[in-house]
């Protein structure tokens, strides 16, 4: 039953939002929110992935090393 009332209440959430965002006095309001929240999420989303990006190369090194190792003995 939590399921059906999770879709229900979704449905309603998205009818009302697309409802409300349609005034044209709140269109403006919206890309203003959007214009100051899209750079921000796209600097801390390029940071995640850069800092990602280098534990992934230092666990590539880190294992060539290793395998390194493994073979001269």
């Known amino acids: 039953m939590g399921k ?5 209440g979704g449905l309603v959430s998205i ?7 349609t005034p044209s006095w709140w269109w403006r309001d919206f890309l203003t929110v959007l214009k100051g929240s899209v750079p921000p999420m796209l600097i801390f989303g390029g940071l995640i992935a850069l800092i990602a990006g280098i534990g992934e190369v230092k ?3 880190a294992r060539a090393k290793e395998k390194k190792e ?3 003995k």
């Open 70 to 72: 493994e073979e001269k």
């Open 4 to 8: 059906f009332l999770a879709i229900i």
């Open 15 to 21: 009818i009302l939002g697309i409802r409300f965002l």
């Open 59 to 61: 666990d590539a090194i």
